[in-house]
């Protein structure tokens, strides 16, 4: 009974692959994104690209399971419960809990029972990585903007997530904290974080991405290699969009 | 006029003699309103939580007369307590009537209402921001309860507060349950209405302002021990 049990945990050891099957999101009965279908497989940076209002954050609610879905599926290699504590977010406003530095990089710990000073400990270390050692004991709401952003990267990354999505994580950020914030995602992704990042920055995504996923109008309106994106669009949108022209 | 000037004597005559009877008519109005206080926080704080992160049918409807409860008549819920502690009661044989014990169940029953629904309603704000957070987190029932009862603290002290300001200066339902018995429930508020009876207008002045200066007292007590916690950022 252990034996098997053990050997069905090693085979479903990820919630990927994720996979959307005319997936709908619906906001008061308007379809705001969907019917969407996309497979997010077992590795890789995925760079979810658009424009304004295109759906990029809905997107990723929905694949995240914040965003109730209204059609299709959302089904991942793992049941729902366990899927939802190996999956972390970092959100496009960030979300500041009314705590000190460490305390809120160490509140996902703490939820998942981790005693306070091991979770102290382990915070304190992702706080250097992202850069806020200087600002453990400072109140999290009183943090700049790009801080703040930083903060909400290392809360993501603390629980060793399977996945990881993005939203605009950059936004705030200068050139340097940028680099720098890109340099721990490809050290998480080398430690076998799945990421999803949504970005305007053209630069980043072609700096980070292995694929690409162009939203336009609430819809996948082409997703493939990044290479091939970027070298060689095929629809006008995102060829326009690429080349940094105002997509109608 | 000239009687509050005399009351303002009174109530610095009996402060400053340090009145024995004085000191025990305080001392229970403290121990009934805070004990209700606890016990009514414990109650209500947790209750406003939950009321914030469950969605259940009726729940608009539930805070609607939890907000209604707020203005419970102390006199009515004096005499409900009255006839549920009387020897004829369901609980009679307690023998609970007439004693602290039954003002401070009275206290919590007209409390409670107001610190759940102020509770309720900061709460109610912290939830819109921190909902994301603790949802993409995967918190608990009881773990998000927790996150907002404590992160909201500060808020939740004022509710806290609300609650004491209504019981020390309440009278219609200890009056009943407690019957002002000399020695043994008597309170500052009834021994207020025992003095104004009897016409001794200046001492129940006197009272007055001792209860006045208690309640300041209390009120600026717990704001500075919560300030002296931390920087005042939230
Ligand atoms: N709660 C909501 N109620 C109504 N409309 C909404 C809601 N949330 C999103 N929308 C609409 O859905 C569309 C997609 O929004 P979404 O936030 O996913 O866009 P986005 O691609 O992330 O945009 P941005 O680049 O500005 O972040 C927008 O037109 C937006 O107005
Ligand atoms: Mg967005």
Redesign the pocket.
């Given at each position: 009974m252990l034996q098997s049990e053990t050997a069905q945990k090693t085979v479903h050891n990820t919630i990927l692959p994720l996979t959307l099957t005319g997936a709908i999101a619906k906001?008061?009965g308007?379809t705001?994104?969907g019917p969407i279908n996309l497979t997010i497989g077992p590795q890789g940076f995925t760079i979810v690209m658009?424009?304004?209002?295109?759906?990029?954050?809905?997107?990723?609610?929905l694949m995240h399971g914040l965003q109730r879905i209204s059609g299709g599926t959302v089904t991942c290699g793992l049941p729902d419960a366990q899927a939802r504590v190996r999956q972390s977010y970092v959100f496009?406003t960030p979300i500041m809990m009314r705590r000190i530095v460490v305390d809120s990089i160490a509140y996902p710990l703490r939820l998942r029972g981790v005693d306070k000073k091991t979770a102290r400990t382990k915070a304190t270390d992702w706080a250097e990585r992202v850069g806020l050692g200087h600002a453990l004991d400072r109140p999290a709401p009183v943090l700049s903007g790009g801080e703040k952003q930083k903060l909400s990267l290392a809360r993501a990354l603390i629980s060793g997530p399977d996945i990881l999505f993005l939203?605009?994580p950059c936004a705030n950020l200068d050139g340097r904290a940028t680099r720098e914030i890109e340099t721990i995602l490809r050290q998480a992704q080398a430690e076998g974080t799945r990421l999803v990042m949504?970005t305007?920055d053209m630069g980043q995504a072609r700096r980070l991405a292995s694929d690409v996923v162009f939203?336009y109008g609430?819809c996948v309106h082409e997703t493939g290699p990044a290479t091939a994106f970027f070298s060689g669009p095929t629809t006008p949108q995102a060829a326009a969009f690429i080349s940094g022209d105002i997509v109608e | 006029m000239n009687e509050i000037t005399q009351g303002l004597a009174e109530a610095g005559r009996l402060i400053f003699s340090l009145d024995p009877d004085l000191l025990e008519i305080v001392a229970l109005s403290l121990r009934v309103t805070l004990s209700a206080v606890v016990i009514a926080s414990a109650i209500g704080l947790p209750l406003g939580a939950w009321l914030v992160v469950n969605r259940f049918r009726f729940r608009r409807h539930t805070i609607a007369v939890l907000n209604a409860l707020m203005g419970l008549p102390p006199v009515v819920v004096g005499l409900v307590v009255y006839m549920l502690l009387s020897r004829a009661g369901p609980f009679g044989v307690l023998d609970l009537l007439f004693t602290p014990t039954a003002m401070i169940i009275a206290q919590v029953i007209i409390i409670t209402p107001l610190i759940a629904s102020i509770s309720h309603q900061t709460i109610r704000d912290l939830w819109a921001e921190y909902h994301d957070l603790l949802i993409s987190l995967s918190a608990t029932r009881r773990q998000r309860i927790a996150a907002l009862l404590w992160d909201g603290r500060r808020a939740l002290l004022t509710a806290m507060l609300a609650g004491f300001g209504r019981g020390i200066g309440e009278v219609g339902a200890i009056m009943i349950v407690g019957g002002n018995i000399d020695h043994s429930t008597r309170v500052l508020t009834t021994a207020i209405s025992l003095e104004t009876g009897k016409g001794n207008f200046a001492f129940a002045m006197g009272l007055g302002f001792v209860l006045i200066a208690l309640a300041v007292l209390v009120n600026l007590t717990i704001h500075s021990l919560s300030r002296t916690e931390r920087a005042s950022v939230w």
């Open positions: 906001i008061r308007k705001i994104v658009g424009p304004n209002g295109s759906g990029k954050t809905t997107l990723l609610r496009q939203d605009e949504a305007h939203m609430g | -």
